[in-house]
């Protein structure tokens, strides 16, 4: 069964920058669809970015247009997303989830969540 483990949320000041990964474990992380989904407080969920495991990106908001990158390293077996300008908006608990699917599809795995805060 595929775990994921999220890291590197954490408290950044407006205008700056984290990094998160999202690293796979007891699976290859190659053959599946990989997205960054964030809550904030009383709000629900909604999907940042995704990349598929064929490498093509979608965003599901245009808020972080710009601002925020996905990638992945097979060979890490991790998926980043790299977020930079952040606004206090973008406080929220972020989560990885993946699928067997397309970016569209259903997201069968989750990760515990990595909060990140906004804030000065």
């Known amino acids: 069964q595929l775990r994921l483990v999220e890291s590197g949320g954490g408290l950044v000041q407006p205008g700056g920058s984290l990094r998160l990964s999202c690293a796979a474990h007891?699976?290859?992380?190659?053959?599946?669809?990989i997205g960054w989904f964030r809550q904030a407080p009383g709000k629900e969920r909604e999907g940042v970015l995704c990349i598929s495991h064929s490498g093509s990106i979608t965003a599901f908001v245009d808020s972080v247009e710009g601002r925020f990158t996905i990638s992945r390293d097979n060979a890490k077996n991790t998926v980043y997303l790299q977020m930079n300008s952040l606004k206090p908006e973008d406080t929220a608990v972020y989560y990885c989830?993946?699928?067997?699917?397309?970016?569209?599809?259903?997201?069968?795995?989750w990760g515990q969540g990595t909060q990140v805060t906004v804030s000065s």
């Open positions: 989830a993946a699928s067997w699917g397309d970016c569209s599809y259903e997201y069968d795995y």
């Open positions: 007891e699976y290859t992380l190659n053959v599946f669809t």
